[in-house]
């Protein structure tokens, strides 16, 4: 079974601080991860996925996430937040089948200027 | 860009009705999806659909649940009975289907917020 944990539900950060959200997944087949970002009222967005092409994955707005095996993580990183990144971020996993996807607890960012 | 969309985005509803929750998912797209999301707690899976048949279904999908492609371009779930606890923001989306099933992308709709009195 597959499984993601995202440690710590609200990360605050200054302004062109570096971001960091807390990935570990568990999966008894070679994981395919997915960042999702949510902002207030809206639906989910992918910031980017791993598929085991790279794992230093770039996804949008800036935003990259590194796989490690031996960790089993896949943290978010972004060097300097903006505002606009203000918002929930939700990792997740792919079953073993592909049908559906297991989502994390997912971490709200806020940006303090 | 194609986008998944999804009607009404908010359905107030007494306890016991009926309710209908419709999406339109990327139209190229073989597979379609709902999830929920109480508030406050993570995304759930509820059901896939392919082919005109459900693929998979979670323990939250019980005989209250169903889900149809009426049409080309639709994809409905229904709720029977509404019951309080299934006041939820619930997620429709689709994959291609086109780069493997595992790491296929989902994507999702803005939701509609589900409110049962």
């Known amino acids: 079974a597959q499984s993601v944990t995202q440690l710590g539900s609200h990360v605050s950060v200054s302004e062109g601080a570096l971001v960091l959200l807390r990935c570990n997944y568990s999966?008894?087949?070679?994981?395919?991860l997915f960042w999702y970002v949510q902002y207030p009222n809206q639906g989910l967005q992918l910031l980017l996925k791993y598929t085991s092409a790279a794992t230093l994955v770039k996804g949008i707005n800036g935003f990259e996430a590194e796989f490690k095996k031996s960790e089993t993580s896949f943290h978010l990183t972004k060097p300097s937040a903006h505002m606009s990144d203000a918002a929930e971020y939700f990792c997740?996993?792919?079953?073993?089948?592909?049908?559906?996807?297991?989502f994390g607890t997912g971490t709200s960012l806020t940006v303090i200027p | 860009e194609p986008e998944v969309t999804q009607t009404p985005s908010h359905q107030v509803t007494q306890m016991g009705q009926e309710v209908i929750l419709r999406c339109v998912p990327i139209?190229?797209?073989?597979?379609f999806y709902w999830y929920r999301q109480i508030l406050g707690q993570k995304v759930e899976f509820l059901v896939s659909f392919y082919n005109n048949e459900i693929s998979e279904k979670s323990e939250i999908f019980d005989d209250q649940f169903s889900v149809e492609r009426p049409d080309g371009s639709n994809f409905t779930l229904k709720i029977r009975s509404t019951k309080l606890e299934d006041s939820a923001m619930y997620f429709c989306?689709?994959?291609?289907?086109?780069?493997?099933?595992?790491?296929?992308?989902?994507?999702f709709g803005p939701g509609t917020r589900l409110t049962v009195l």
């Open positions: 139209s190229n797209h073989l597979y």
């Open positions: 989306a689709s994959s291609g289907g086109t780069s493997g099933r595992r790491s296929d992308t989902q994507y």
């Open positions: 999966s008894s087949v070679p994981p395919y």
């Open positions: 997740a996993v792919s079953s073993n089948t592909g049908n559906q996807f297991y």
